[in-house]
C-alpha cells in the first residue's frame, strides 16, 4: 500500500514539451491564467495557453508568478512619496513649491496690501464724509431756527 496522493501533474509543459518525473508541473486554473496573460511577458508565449495546461516550474514562474521578489506594496508607497512635503528636524514642516506658484503667491500678497490700503482710504473718506453730512444737518437745523 503507497502512502500519500498520487502526483496528478506529470506533465508535459506545454511550452516547451518537457516530460521529466523529477520536475514540478503546475496546472492553470482561472485565475492562474488571467495572471499569465496580463503579465509583463505574455507576448513572448509560443503557444496558447488554456486552463488546465500544465507549466514546469521555470516557466510557470516566468509566466505567472512574475512578481516574485519585487518590492511589496508598501515599498512603493514609500518610494513614490512625495518629497516636495517632508519634516524638517522638529514639528516644523517645509512645503515646496514651483516657481510659477510662488510668483503667483507673491502677486495675490501685493494685491491684497493695496487692497487693504483701498478699504482704510474709503473708511477715512466715508469717516469725512459722515461728518460733512453731520454738520449740514446741524447747520440747516440753526439755518431753519433763525427763520422761525
Known amino acids: 500500500m503507497t502512502r500519500g496522493k498520487k ?5 508535459p509543459c506545454k511550452i516547451c514539451g518537457c516530460e521529466n518525473k523529477t520536475e514540478i ?3 492553470l486554473n ?3 491564467l488571467a495572471e499569465a496573460y496580463k503579465g509583463p511577458e505574455a ?3 509560443p ?3 488554456k486552463i488546465n495546461d500544465q507549466l514546469c516550474q521555470q516557466h510557470y514562474n516566468q509566466f505567472v508568478v512574475y512578481t516574485r521578489n519585487k518590492t511589496k506594496s508598501s515599498n512603493k508607497r514609500k518610494e513614490s512619496r512625495d518629497l516636495a512635503y517632508h519634516k524638517s528636524g522638529g514639528s516644523q514642516k ?7 506658484t510662488y510668483e503667483q503667491l507673491i502677486n495675490k ?3 491684497i496690501e493695496q487692497l487693504q490700503q483701498q478699504i482704510e482710504q474709503l473708511k477715512s473718506e466715508l469717516n469725512d464724509y459722515d461728518i460733512m453730512i453731520k454738520e ?3 447747520s440747516g437745523i440753526c439755518y431753519i431756527l433763525l427763520l422761525n
Open 109 to 111: 500678497e501685493v494685491t
Open 94 to 100: 517645509r512645503v515646496c513649491l514651483s516657481q510659477n
Open 7 to 11: 502526483k496528478e501533474n506529470i506533465g
Open 43 to 45: 507576448h513572448l508565449l
Open 30 to 32: 482561472t485565475n492562474t
Open 136 to 138: 449740514a444737518q446741524i
Open 25 to 27: 508541473y503546475r496546472k
Open 47 to 49: 503557444v496558447t495557453i
